[in-house]
């Protein structure tokens, strides 16, 4: 049973077209987290929200933002796609924001801007 | 600033035993988790270690070392399966996640 869903699995979008990626989860936890991953690289973390309170971190682009409308839905909007932002967008979810709470992934969504 | 260290790549033989180091420097510490991720998938949680020594699990074992800022995965009875990268990660004193760049891992028959 998928825990962690993320749709689409693959995007394509043009140069400069706005994109959504959306995220679900079904464990009811209470933090979600985007992440960035390019080829061969660390997932690096954009964005978390512990419940409703949302954390950006310091060096995530003005071309990124987030929403979580519910405790189980959040999406990741990229307002403008530049070529640099084709990667595999992550999302996880953890019970609380740390201790031994480890972090789920969903599938992630491929991002390819063309 | 933070820092986590593990070799690009291994290559180790099907049946054999591996070893993945990773060494970490980081504000505070929370515990160390390694991560399984397959090309193109998400990474899969494999272990967690908060406290020195041993954790055995199945094939897998992590080991940590606080003083010496180190970790390793062991990885026993190699199978093609086990292909895949290898991802060592801190949670530091802001219970924040900082990650390697993954160890890759290929299994040869």
């Known amino acids: 049973d998928a825990m962690v869903i993320q749709n689409p699995r693959y995007q394509v979008t043009q140069f400069g077209k706005p994109v959504t990626l959306s995220c679900s989860q079904t464990?009811?936890?209470?933090?979600m987290y985007w992440y960035q991953q390019k080829s061969s690289q660390a997932p690096k973390l954009l964005f978390h929200?512990?419940?409703?309170?949302?954390?950006n971190e310091a060096d995530t682009p003005d071309n990124f933002q987030s929403r979580r409308p519910n405790t189980s839905f959040c999406f990741l909007d990229i307002r403008s796609p530049g070529l640099g932002d084709a990667a595999m967008y992550l999302c996880?979810?953890?019970?609380?924001?740390?201790?031994?709470?480890?972090?789920?992934f969903g599938p992630g969504t491929r991002l390819t801007v063309l | 600033g933070q820092n986590i260290d593990q070799p690009t790549e291994m290559t180790a033989t099907e049946g054999a035993i591996v070893q993945i180091n990773c060494t970490y420097q980081?504000?505070?510490?929370?515990?160390l988790f390694w991560y399984q991720q397959h090309a193109g998938e998400a990474p899969t949680f494999l272990s967690y270690?908060?406290l020195d020594g041993l954790e055995e699990k199945g094939r897998f074992s992590s080991f940590l070392s606080r003083s010496k800022g180190y970790s390793y995965l062991l990885l026993k009875e190699l199978q093609m399966k086990d292909s895949a990268s290898y991802l060592c990660?801190?949670?530091?004193?802001?219970?924040?996640?900082?990650w390697g760049a993954g160890t890759k891992l290929i299994i040869k028959p």
């Open positions: 996880a979810t953890s019970r609380e924001a740390g201790g031994t709470d480890t972090q789920y």
């Open positions: 464990l009811n936890h209470n933090v």
């Open positions: 929200y512990y419940d409703k309170d949302f954390n």
């Open positions: 980081t504000s505070g510490f929370n515990g």
């Open positions: 270690n908060v």
């Open positions: 990660a801190v949670m530091d004193s802001n219970y924040q996640l900082i």
